[in-house]
C-alpha cells in the first residue's frame, strides 16, 4: 500500500519496476490476444488523368474525365523484440481503378445555375482499420483492432444542385444526391469475457444513400436608427442534410473477420438483416451561425447551433442483439473576438462559451423498452480567455 501513495513518476521508477513491486507484462502480439504488437504500413498510389471542360453551348458547360489509379496498400506484422526480422503476417492488396466523371452545369441566369454530377469514386481504409494491433480509441475510452483482410469501397455518386448567389461568398442552395456503395467498412462491436466491448472493423456487402441538402448564408446591414445595430453587419448561415441509407445484403453474402488473429468469413446475415442505416450516418445534420461583424470596431461574436440526430457508433456481434447508437443532440457555442492596440502593439481578445446546453455525450443500446448506456458521461461546458499578440 505504501507503493500506491506515491507519485506516478516514483511509482513506476526503475527501483520499483521488478518481480516484487511492480511487474511488467508484454501482451501484445500474444496467444492472449491474438493481434499483433507492432505493424508497418504503407500505400503507394500512380495516377492520370484527362478531362475535357467545354462550352457545348451558350449557357450550358459540361466536363467530362477520366482518371485511371493503380495503388498497392501493404500491412504486415513485426515482432516486438525482433523488429528487423521477417514479418509475421503480411498482405498487399492490389487494386486498379478506371473512374469516369461527368459534369453538366446551365447557367440560366445571371445569378443561378443548375448542376448535374455522375461520378465513380473509391474510399480506402485507413491504417489503424487494418493493422491487427490492439490500440485504445481515446474518443470512447474503447479497445479497437483493426481486420488486415478490409477490402475498398466503391461508390457511384449522383447529385443535382440548384445554386443561387446573391453576392460574394453569399447564396442560397439546394441540392440531391444518391450514391451506391459496395463493401462499405462498418465498425463491430464484441463484447468480451471481461464485460468491455472490443472493436474491430468488417466489410458490409452494400448499401444505398440518398438525401438533400440546403445551403443558406446571407450578410445584412441594417438601417434602425439604433448605432450600435445599424453599425455592425449581421450574418446568418445555415446548412441542412437530410440523409437515408440502406444497407443490402442477399443469401450467401459472406463477410471477413479477424477477432482472434484467425479469419473467418461468416454470413452477412449473422451480422446484418439488410434494411438497416449506415454505421456512422445520422438522419439529420444542421448548423446554424448568428452573429455579427464590426469592422471599424474589429469585432466579431458569432453563435454556433449544431444538431445532429441519433445515429449506429458500431454493430453489435449478433441480429439478435441491438446496435450501439450514439445521440449527439444539439449544442449551443458562443465565440467573440475583438482587435485593440496598445502601444501600436496589435492584440486580439477572444472569448469562448461552448456547450452552453450541456448536452451530454450518451451510447447505448435499447431494447424492449429498456436501455444499457455503454458509453455515456457528462460533457459539461466550458470557457476559455484568449489573447495574442502580432508582431
Same mark, same amino acid.
Given at each position: 500500500?505504501?507503493?500506491?501513495?506515491?507519485?506516478?513518476?516514483?511509482?513506476?521508477?526503475?527501483?520499483?519496476?521488478?518481480?516484487?513491486?511492480?511487474?511488467?507484462?508484454?501482451?501484445?502480439?500474444?496467444?492472449?490476444?491474438?493481434?499483433?504488437?507492432?505493424?508497418?504500413?504503407?500505400?503507394?498510389?500512380? %495516377?492520370?488523368?484527362?478531362?475535357? $471542360?467545354? !462550352?457545348?453551348?451558350?449557357? *450550358?458547360? +459540361?466536363?467530362?474525365? =477520366?482518371?485511371?489509379? #493503380?495503388?498497392?496498400?501493404?500491412?504486415?506484422?513485426?515482432?516486438?523484440?525482433?523488429?528487423?526480422?521477417?514479418?509475421?503476417?503480411?498482405?498487399?492488396?492490389?487494386?486498379?481503378?478506371?473512374?469516369?466523371?461527368?459534369?453538366?452545369?446551365?447557367?440560366?441566369?445571371?445569378?443561378?445555375?443548375?448542376?448535374?454530377?455522375?461520378?465513380?469514386?473509391?474510399?480506402?481504409?485507413?491504417?489503424?482499420?487494418? %493493422?491487427?494491433?490492439?490500440?485504445? $480509441?481515446? !474518443?470512447?475510452?474503447?479497445? *479497437?483492432? +483493426?481486420?488486415?483482410? =478490409?477490402?475498398?469501397? #466503391?461508390?457511384?455518386?449522383?447529385?443535382?444542385?440548384?445554386?443561387?448567389?446573391?453576392?460574394?461568398?453569399?447564396?442560397?442552395?439546394?441540392?440531391?444526391?444518391?450514391?451506391?456503395?459496395?463493401?462499405?467498412?462498418?465498425?463491430?462491436?464484441?463484447?468480451?469475457?471481461?464485460?468491455?466491448?472490443?472493436?474491430?472493423?468488417?466489410?458490409?456487402?452494400?448499401?444505398?444513400?440518398?438525401?438533400?441538402?440546403?445551403?443558406?448564408?446571407?450578410?445584412?446591414?441594417? !438601417?434602425?436608427?439604433?448605432?450600435?445595430?445599424?453599425?455592425?453587419?449581421?450574418?446568418?448561415?445555415?446548412?441542412?442534410?437530410?440523409?437515408?441509407?440502406?444497407?443490402?445484403?442477399?443469401?450467401?453474402?459472406?463477410?471477413?473477420?479477424?477477432?482472434?488473429?484467425?479469419?473467418?468469413?461468416?454470413?452477412?446475415?449473422?451480422?446484418?438483416?439488410?434494411?438497416?442505416?449506415?454505421?456512422?450516418?445520422?438522419?439529420?445534420?444542421?448548423?446554424?451561425?448568428?452573429?455579427?461583424?464590426?469592422?471599424?470596431?474589429?469585432?466579431?461574436?458569432?453563435?454556433?447551433?449544431?444538431?445532429?440526430?441519433?445515429?449506429?457508433?458500431?454493430?453489435?456481434?449478433?441480429?439478435?442483439?441491438?446496435?450501439?447508437?450514439?445521440?449527439?443532440?444539439?449544442?449551443?457555442?458562443?465565440?467573440?473576438?475583438?482587435?485593440?492596440?496598445?502601444?501600436?502593439?496589435?492584440?486580439?481578445?477572444?472569448?469562448?462559451?461552448?456547450?452552453?446546453?450541456?448536452?451530454?455525450?450518451?451510447?447505448?443500446?435499447?431494447?424492449?423498452?429498456?436501455?444499457?448506456?455503454?458509453?455515456?458521461?457528462?460533457?459539461?461546458?466550458?470557457?476559455?480567455?484568449?489573447?495574442?499578440?502580432?508582431?
Amino acid at each position: 500500500l505504501r507503493y500506491a501513495g506515491q507519485r506516478i513518476d516514483y511509482l513506476v521508477s526503475d527501483r520499483n519496476i521488478n518481480d516484487d513491486i511492480i511487474l511488467l507484462r508484454e501482451l501484445t502480439g500474444s496467444s492472449l490476444t491474438g493481434d499483433a504488437a507492432m505493424y508497418d504500413a504503407g500505400l503507394e498510389v500512380a %495516377a492520370a488523368y484527362v478531362q475535357v $471542360d467545354s !462550352e457545348i453551348r451558350p449557357l *450550358l458547360r +459540361g466536363s467530362i474525365g =477520366l482518371r485511371y489509379e #493503380t495503388a498497392d496498400q501493404t500491412v504486415k506484422t513485426l515482432d516486438i523484440f525482433s523488429p528487423s526480422a521477417a514479418p509475421i503476417f503480411s498482405r498487399t492488396v492490389s487494386k486498379d481503378y478506371v473512374l469516369p466523371a461527368a459534369t453538366l452545369t446551365w447557367n440560366f441566369a445571371e445569378d443561378q445555375q443548375l448542376r448535374f454530377g455522375l461520378s465513380q469514386t473509391i474510399g480506402r481504409p485507413q491504417f489503424r482499420e487494418l %493493422a491487427p494491433q490492439r490500440y485504445r $480509441d481515446t !474518443e470512447t475510452d474503447r479497445i *479497437l483492432s +483493426g481486420n488486415p483482410y =478490409l477490402e475498398d469501397t #466503391t461508390f457511384v455518386n449522383v447529385d443535382a444542385r440548384y445554386e443561387h448567389y446573391f453576392s460574394k461568398g453569399q447564396y442560397f442552395t439546394f441540392g440531391a444526391f444518391y450514391k451506391n456503395m459496395e463493401k462499405p467498412i462498418e465498425a463491430l462491436a464484441v463484447l468480451g469475457s471481461d464485460g468491455a466491448f472490443r472493436q474491430t472493423f468488417y466489410n458490409a456487402p452494400a448499401a444505398d444513400i440518398y438525401g438533400g441538402e440546403v445551403e443558406f448564408k446571407k450578410l445584412f446591414e441594417l !438601417e434602425t436608427g439604433t448605432t450600435w445595430v445599424d453599425n455592425r453587419r449581421w450574418l446568418v448561415s445555415l446548412n441542412y442534410t437530410y440523409t437515408t441509407s440502406q444497407l443490402k445484403v442477399s443469401d450467401g453474402d459472406t463477410i471477413i473477420l479477424d477477432i482472434t488473429g484467425v479469419p473467418t468469413t461468416p454470413p452477412a446475415r449473422d451480422y446484418l438483416t439488410g434494411g438497416e442505416k449506415l454505421q456512422g450516418q445520422s438522419d439529420h445534420l444542421a448548423n446554424l451561425q448568428l452573429g455579427f461583424e464590426n469592422d471599424e470596431a474589429g469585432s466579431q461574436a458569432t453563435f454556433l447551433v449544431t444538431y445532429t440526430s441519433e445515429r449506429v457508433s458500431a454493430r453489435s456481434s449478433s441480429v439478435d442483439l441491438p446496435d450501439l447508437v450514439q445521440k449527439p443532440g444539439m449544442r449551443v457555442d458562443f465565440v467573440y473576438r475583438r482587435n485593440f492596440e496598445i502601444q501600436g502593439r496589435e492584440f486580439t481578445g477572444s472569448f469562448e462559451a461552448r456547450n452552453l446546453t450541456g448536452t451530454d455525450a450518451e451510447e447505448y443500446q435499447a431494447a424492449g423498452g429498456k436501455r444499457f448506456d455503454t458509453n455515456s458521461f457528462d460533457i459539461g461546458q466550458s470557457f476559455s480567455l484568449g489573447l495574442s499578440a502580432r508582431f
